[in-house]
């Protein structure tokens, strides 16, 4: 991004937030919460002020924590030569078939370029991890990625083809959910058999 753009996202994403009413604190502790890492508020303080430059990446992470969709900021900021591209949008996985309804999807989500080839876009029903990705959200899977590492949020299916989305946690083995609503419980796992779908990668918060 030239100059120009690189202020006009931080002035955008600025007022983003303040319309949301988060502090700079508040937002950094979200988007920490989101995606397992640490953000400072310094960080999002010169991302506001232009003071350094921003990602696509960022912008989606920011965005995500905001609940708006990146195109309020992308649309209106970015170079569209090549910022984004599209990834099959698939319902309900049917009978564990997921790869036969990827190549049969007929509806796209935009995702940031960087975005595995191979990747896809679940619509999230249920509230078991809202703290994340509230329902309605879409869910970017990356297949390749079936690795399981402590503390990354993964898509999985079980013996009987259900599919769900929680956080891996590996001592003991279980898949965690991260939710406002405590009737939702950790699942054990090791003692039924599991698919690994793919590594959740990021979340696309609905409006």
Request: proline residues 6%.
């Amino acid at each position: 991004m030239i100059k120009d753009q690189i202020e006009a996202v931080g002035h955008r994403l600025r007022e983003l937030r303040l319309e949301k009413g988060y502090t700079l604190e508040q937002l950094a502790a979200k988007i920490s919460a989101q995606n397992n890492e640490v953000v400072h508020f310094t960080t999002l303080a010169k991302i506001e002020k232009s003071m350094r430059t921003i990602s696509l990446d960022w912008i989606f992470k920011i965005c995500v924590a905001l609940g708006v969709d990146p195109g309020e900021v992308l649309d209106q900021q970015l170079d569209r030569q090549k910022p984004l591209r599209t990834i099959p949008l698939i319902g309900q996985i049917a009978a564990g078939n997921w790869r036969e309804a990827v190549l049969d999807s007929t509806e796209l989500a935009a995702v940031p370029v960087s975005t595995s080839s191979s990747a896809f876009a679940l619509e999230l029903v249920g509230d078991s991890m809202d703290l994340i990705a509230p329902p309605g959200s879409l869910i970017v899977v990356d297949p390749e990625d079936g690795d399981l590492r402590d503390g990354k949020v993964y898509a999985i299916m079980n013996s009987e083809h259900e599919a769900t989305f929680k956080r891996f946690r590996a001592d003991p083995m279980r898949l965690e959910p991260v939710s406002s609503n405590p009737d939702h419980k950790p699942i054990p796992l090791g003692k039924v058999p599991f698919t690994v779908i793919g590594r959740v990668i990021y979340s696309i918060a609905a409006l």
